[in-house]
């Protein structure tokens, strides 16, 4: 989601799920394995997946990781609906 006309904090936000705790895991540690080889990104994380709610901030881009219930229930997409959706994959 492209949200740089709207927040002054980062430019995207990538929003996506996962089914257990175990896969939200795996997701942040991917993107944030991937973000270090890069050698571009230095990310932060906060939240847990017992959570349901991972957040990654990597600068430009910030990653919500979700399980489904959080994401209904926080419904960032909703939130922030002046920002530009530039992929919906399901």
């Known amino acids: 989601m492209d949200i ?4 002054s904090f980062t430019d995207y936000f990538i929003i996506c799920s996962g089914t257990s ?8 540690d991917t993107i944030t394995e991937t973000a270090k080889k890069k050698g571009e990104l230095l990310s932060k994380s906060e939240g847990e997946a017992s ?3 991972i957040l ?10 979700f399980s489904p219930d959080q994401r209904e ?11 530009k959706v530039l992929l919906h994959v399901q």
């Open 21 to 28: 705790d175990r896969m939200l895991s795996s997701l942040v």
């Open 51 to 53: 959570g349901g709610w």
């Open 4 to 7: 740089q006309e709207i927040a």
């Open 56 to 65: 990654v901030d990597l600068g430009d881009i910030i990653l919500h990781v």
């Open 73 to 83: 229930y926080y419904q960032l997409e909703r939130l922030w609906d002046k920002g």
